[in-house]
């Protein structure tokens, strides 16, 4: 079953995730100019996996990059209500109208 993954309420936050068993560092940015998340992945000890990801609606994404730190599974926003909105600083996150999720690549193939 994929992980909902919660988003902070604060534009500037790091969380600690634990995904597939491996501890990572989340940490999410609010850009106001482009009314978009970005997302910053770094190994539990702080080890930058991959920094800049933007979370836009209905996309993974990890899909199109190769990170070893990160190898286990893959992101996606996605929608959980139907909405015409992009996702933002008040509509992603657990229970929103787009959530960000992990599966892993052994779900995905299930």
């Known amino acids: 079953m994929p992980s909902r993954i919660p988003i ?4 500037h ?9 491996n501890g990572y560092l989340f940490t999410y940015r609010f850009n106001s100019r482009t009314g ?3 997302l910053d ?7 930058a996996v991959v920094n800049g990801l933007s979370l836009i609606e209905n996309f993974s994404p990890t899909a199109h990059l190769t990170l070893g ?3 286990k599974g ?7 209500n139907s909405t015409d909105e992009v996702a933002g600083r008040n509509n992603l996150g657990v229970n929103k109208e787009y959530e960000l999720v992990y599966s ?3 779900e995905l193939v299930s």
């Open 104 to 106: 892993s690549y052994s």
């Open 69 to 71: 730190d990160f190898s």
């Open 8 to 11: 902070p309420k604060e534009s």
């Open 36 to 38: 978009r998340w970005k």
């Open 74 to 80: 893959m992101l996606f926003v996605f929608p959980s």
């Open 13 to 21: 936050n790091t969380t600690e995730i634990s995904l597939s068993g």
């Open 41 to 47: 992945i770094s190994l539990s000890d702080g080890t």
